[in-house]
Every structure is written in C-alpha cells, then in structure tokens.
C-alpha cells in the first residue's frame, strides 16, 4: 500500500512510519507542516529508503494537500496532524481550530474528490483512519470506562477541536460514503515525544535539577500507553478494521500524574546515579491547576482486543524504564527539538493570559 501518514514528524506519527518503513514493505508518504512539534530528525533511520517520502505542506493548504494526492495516489491515509497540547489551546485556541477542525475538513473534501477518480478495486480498498483521542468523552470519577458509546463531552479548547474533527469525519462516512475508520486513544508515551508533556518535561527537569510541577494535587488518573503500542494498533485498525466503526485504544495502565513523577524520579535516582538533582523526588513542586483539568481518564479496549486481536506488548513498567533510559541516550535529539522559543515554561494558565492582556 501507499499511504498518506499527516503529522508524520510528530511523536506518534513517526513512531507509525518507522514501523511502517522498519516492519512491512508499504510505501509512506509523511505530510507534515513541520509546526514546532514536528521533528524530522525522529525519522533520520528510515529517511533514506526508497519507500519513504516526505512531502512539507500544511493542511490547511488545500491546493498543497490536493498537489500530494495527484503526485502520490495513495491507497490509504492516516491522519495524525493536530494541535495536541492542551495547555497551549488555553493559551492559544485559534490554531487548534484551524488545523483541527478546517485542516480535517480539507482532508475529507480532497479525499472524497479522490476517491472518484479511482478504479473500484482501488476505491473498495481505499480507506480515510482518522487518529484521535479519549479526551473526547470528557472524565470519569474515580469509577467506570470509557467505550465506543460513550458520550462526547470535552473539556478543554484540544479536545473540543478532536471531537468536532471525529463529527466531521463520520458525517463525510455517513453522508458521503467516505470509507472512514477513527480510533480514540489514552495518553501516549515513550521516545521521541517534544518534552513539553508529563513524562519528557519531568525526565528532563529532573536531570537538570529544575522543579518538576505538578499540576494541582497531582491526584488526575490518566492511562498510559506505549506510543509503539499505539503505532501498532493504528496499523492494525488500518488493515483489519470495518469502514464506518471507532476503535477505543488504551494501556489498562491508570496512574495518577503524581504516581509517574514518582516513578520517574525513582528511576533516575537508578539510571542516573550521579545526576545533580538526586534525589530527584525532592524536586517535586506542585503549581497550580491546569483550568478546565480533567480528573481522570480510562478506556476500555476490550472492543479492538475482542474483534482485531489487539493488545499492548509493553507494562508500564516495562515502558517506562525503556523512555526514560532513551531520554537518557538521546540528549542531542533534546537539545535540538528545543529551538529557543520553548524553554519547557509553564503554559496555559488563566493567571498567564491576564498578565498578557495587562
Ligand atoms: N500524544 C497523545 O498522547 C495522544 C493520544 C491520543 C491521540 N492523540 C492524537 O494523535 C495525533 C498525533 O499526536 P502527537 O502526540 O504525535 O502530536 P504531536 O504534537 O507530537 O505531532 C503533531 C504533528 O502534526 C504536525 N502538524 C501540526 N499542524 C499541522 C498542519 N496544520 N499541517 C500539517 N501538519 C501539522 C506537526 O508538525 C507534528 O509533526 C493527534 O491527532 C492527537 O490528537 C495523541
């Protein structure tokens, strides 16, 4: 297959083309407006084979989306491209909107008209994966899970952006015919993720002997996954999953934000035994909370596991060690994704957008 990869230079977008490029013999075209959050540099082992392509347009830019599909004539497109940081869509809606919602738009409408441009072999085959997330149904109390049924209710500017794509996506399967299929995924971690999340910020924070905020209590429950836990799921929903359903992903892996912190903190006191912020659990600050925050996420994949066979390789435990030892191996990669513009400050606060305005 080719297959059009958006958002291909961000975290879980090159964590799909490497095992693309790595574990099977499809061809990959990442389209990817290199925000600051898309790195070429994730992809620098695959970069010079013959089935991988990489292609610098926004999709916003439907002229430029429109000139990719007549060059490439994809089988398939998986659409990973977003705004993702939820502090940033409080300091900063707009470009959330923009990319989230019209960006999608332009995606299904360029699709469509593809789409009839093909063969019927090739249309039957054809199919639009549309990658999203959890934070779509809003939060859960300390009980219960989400499913493929439960009701949208988001929170914050992110996931309001998400869950406006997910309608948009299945009103073009339902009204258009569009082979559509959409996951909703729990948080994502592992290498190669811009250390403005949790887990790279803490690792990194740590290692320098900085603060490590937690927001509020610290008490928020999200379930974490292997990011190449995730990459295989979504090729596998790809693949094997039927046009027109939603796949719930998720790690079975509930932790509290305080409980990882910890947790990282143990491990560098064991990996990096002469950092100067040991022990790094000293360091442990806890700021104000993010506004809107939600108190706690969990999915229930029994879905996908039940009907494709899919389930993560990783523990948590298992995971973590690996992302923080590659944290540890991968300081230049660090050094360079931090272009000056993003020192790991806290963003997205009320208190922030009123100093602003001031
Ligand atoms: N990270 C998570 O935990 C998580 C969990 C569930 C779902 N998701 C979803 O998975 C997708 C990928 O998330 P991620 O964490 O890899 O994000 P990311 O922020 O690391 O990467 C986003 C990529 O999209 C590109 N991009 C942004 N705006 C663009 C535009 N207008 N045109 C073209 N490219 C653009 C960026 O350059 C970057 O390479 C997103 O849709 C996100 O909502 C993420």
Known sequence: MKIIVTGGAGFIGSAVIRQYINETDHEVINLDALTYAGNLESLAGVEA???????HVDIRDSEGVQRVFDRHRPDAIMHLAAESHVDRSIEGPAEFIMTNIVGTYNLLDITRRYMDTLQSEKKARFRFHHVSTDEVYGDLDATGYFTEETAYEPSSPYSASKASSDHLVRAWHRTFGLPVVVTNCSNNYGGYQFPEKLIPLVTLNALEGKPLPVYGDGKQVRDWLHVDDHARALRLVLEKGVIGETYNIGGHNEKTNLEVVRGICALLDELAPDSPGKPHAELITFVTDRPGHDVRYAIDAGKIQRE???????????GIRKTVQWYLDNGEWCRHVQDGSYQRERLGTIENKRAAAE
Do not use: V
């Not at 084979?49 to 292609?55: L, Q």
């Not at 494709?308 to 298992?318: I, M, R």
């Open 308 to 318: 494709l066979g899919w389930k993560p390789q990783e523990t948590f435990d298992s």
């Open 49 to 55: 084979d013959s089935r991988y392509h990489f292609e």
